[in-house]
């Protein structure tokens, strides 16, 4: 009786977490997390989720018959919960080879950044022309969790680079002098200096540093098959011109 017992909770177990860490190939409920994202993934005044990424993926959810449930974590946290198969789609991640292990990418990205430095208004001259040379000897804030392209990534180990926990830290340590440069997007960087009421306090600097595509990013575990009918149903969207004005509507750059 005992040994019956145990073996019907194993089973039981056994099926709780085949559950958590599986999708049915067609209708289901699908779990879609990120970090919050200006214009693409954030919550407004009344609690909602908003965003251009909340749109798009309510709308392929509703073309595949799914139900869709959001939640926003600190970003490595994020990333960790759909490599780990405790969430169905990441929110919004740039590709880059060491992700393409953890996660299977969408076909097409959905967006657009534009990654740039950002110094203190009426700082010392800065020269900066395109080459990490002229970055010798200044302290270069970068955020963590995120990856700015090729080229920086390739010398970001010559840097003086300080880590900021978030974009609101990085921001607030460029202002209080304890970094030279800040690299980052426009698209956060933007919405959240207003939000903070810095951005008279900070200039963008040109050339920027690279532009990056942002994805939808899917669990390796069982996603297969999800994976492939949101690409389908993404297709229809930007053939119809619908993504053309959601992105309209939330104000974000189109790849």
């Not at 993934?41 to 449930?69: P, W």
């Not at 022309?129 to 804030?141: F, I, N, P, R, T």
């Not at 942002?214 to 149903?233: F, H, N, T, V, W």
Request: charged share 20%; aromatic share 12%; net charge neutral.
């Amino acid at each position: 009786m005992l040994l019956s017992r145990f073996a019907i909770s194993a089973g039981f177990c056994f099926l709780t977490l085949f559950s958590l860490h599986s999708l049915p190939a067609k209708a289901g409920q699908v779990i879609a997390v990120g970090a919050e994202f200006a214009h693409i993934f954030e919550r407004n005044v009344d609690g909602d989720y908003v965003g251009l990424g909340v749109d798009l993926i309510r709308s392929l959810a509703k073309q595949n018959g799914d139900t869709v449930s959001f939640e926003i974590y600190p970003w490595r946290r994020a990333q960790w919960m759909v490599e780990n198969g405790h969430a169905h789609i990441l929110i919004g991640p740039y590709k880059t080879a060491e992700r393409e292990t953890k996660f299977v990418f969408a076909q097409k990205p959905f967006f657009q950044d534009i990654m740039a430095f950002y110094v203190r208004q009426g700082s010392p001259p800065v020269i900066w022309d395109g080459s990490y040379a002229s970055l010798h000897g200044s302290k270069v804030a970068v955020i963590n969790g995120w990856v700015y392209g090729p080229q920086f990534e390739a010398v970001r180990s010559s840097l003086n680079v300080e880590v900021a926990n978030s974009l609101e830290n990085g921001l607030n340590m460029l202002v209080a002098k304890r970094v030279d440069y800040l690299a980052t997007n426009l698209r956060n960087s933007d919405a959240l200096l207003n939000k903070m009421g810095l951005a008279s306090k900070v200039v963008t600097l040109q050339p920027f540093i690279d532009r990056q595509d942002g994805y939808l990013a899917y669990c390796k575990q069982a996603c297969d098959m999800l994976r492939s009918r949101y690409d389908e149903s993404y297709e229809q969207l930007r053939v119809s011109n619908a993504l053309q004005e959601l992105a309209h509507k939330f104000e974000v750059r189109l790849p």
